[in-house]
């Protein structure tokens, strides 16, 4: 499950690597949390006046964070829909339809996840990769539009896929978001189930790393756009150091 993650990259590397030219309005945001507003890059229509089968292009929208399926009647669903289980896409009627026809991008610089202590607490973390770039989530989007047509909403969500070695130390369940190499973007997004479940795998722990941070991020009344949310408080989490170590890493959030 991921439910908290951070999208705080500047335009100009959102623009290389996503390939988009126009950027919403959208200010950084160290909290993003289910029902939240947050970009996503999908393919956008053919211009007005382009050759027929011409391959569209991209184009970055705010959307709000809960897939809202096109034939719901109502705006929200009695279940959780801010994540998808890449082995249940093809099933579940909710993600079925998106899933083979509207696909996004999910971008992002980091989430979070929060570590079981012994005392019954738990740790955050904060898994970015190595190099502290921006990253996509693989995700897919919807456009809901009331019965009477007064209200609509843009809406997507993340998939997620079996965690790999490091993640799965943090997360009680074993899962993490699907993210995907650059050079896997433009094969995401188009139609078609061709070769999609090599997509649907853990990225490489080896390029990943997981750095402890206060538990206020966990907070609905922090300020998402603080970026002392996400300082440091200890090293890298390491799967080679015992529990004890560990939990060491950030002794200000027992206090």
């Not at 456009?143 to 209200?151: I, Q, V």
């Not at 609509?152 to 896929?161: D, E, G, P, V």
């Not at 050079?183 to 479940?197: K, P, T």
């Not at 200890?234 to 890493?249: F, W």
């Amino acid at each position: 499950m991921c439910n908290l993650y951070q999208m705080t990259s500047n335009p100009d590397a959102m623009r290389r690597l996503f390939d988009v030219a126009d950027l919403p309005n959208f200010p950084p945001s160290y909290r993003i949390a289910p029902t939240d507003p947050a970009p996503i890059v999908r393919l956008a229509n053919p211009v007005e006046g382009a050759a027929p089968g011409s391959t569209p292009g991209r184009e970055l929208a705010l959307a709000r964070w809960s897939l809202v399926p096109y034939w719901s009647k109502m705006p929200t669903l009695r279940y959780a829909t801010f994540n998808a289980r890449g082995e249940e896409l093809a099933e579940k009627p909710v993600f079925r339809e998106a899933f083979r026809r509207r696909r996004c991008l999910v971008p992002a610089d980091g989430f979070y996840e929060r570590l079981p202590l012994p005392d019954g607490s738990k740790q955050y973390y904060r898994v970015t990769l190595k190099e502290e770039g921006p990253f996509a989530f693989a995700g897919l989007w919807e456009f809901w539009r009331s019965p009477d047509g007064a209200e609509s909403r843009l809406t997507f969500t993340i998939i997620t896929t079996r965690a790999n070695d490091l993640v799965a130390e943090l997360h009680p369940k074993q899962r993490m978001p699907v993210i995907l190499a650059p050079a896997d973007y433009e094969s995401w997004l188009e139609d078609g189930d061709r070769e999609i479940d090599r997509l649907l795998t853990p990225f490489p722990a080896e390029a990943m790393q997981a750095l402890p941070i206060a538990s206020r991020v966990g907070s609905p009344k922090c300020d998402p756009t603080d970026s002392g949310l996400v300082t440091p408080i200890g090293p890298p989490y390491s799967q080679d150091d015992n529990e004890t170590a560990n939990t060491a890493a950030a002794p200000t959030l027992f206090g």
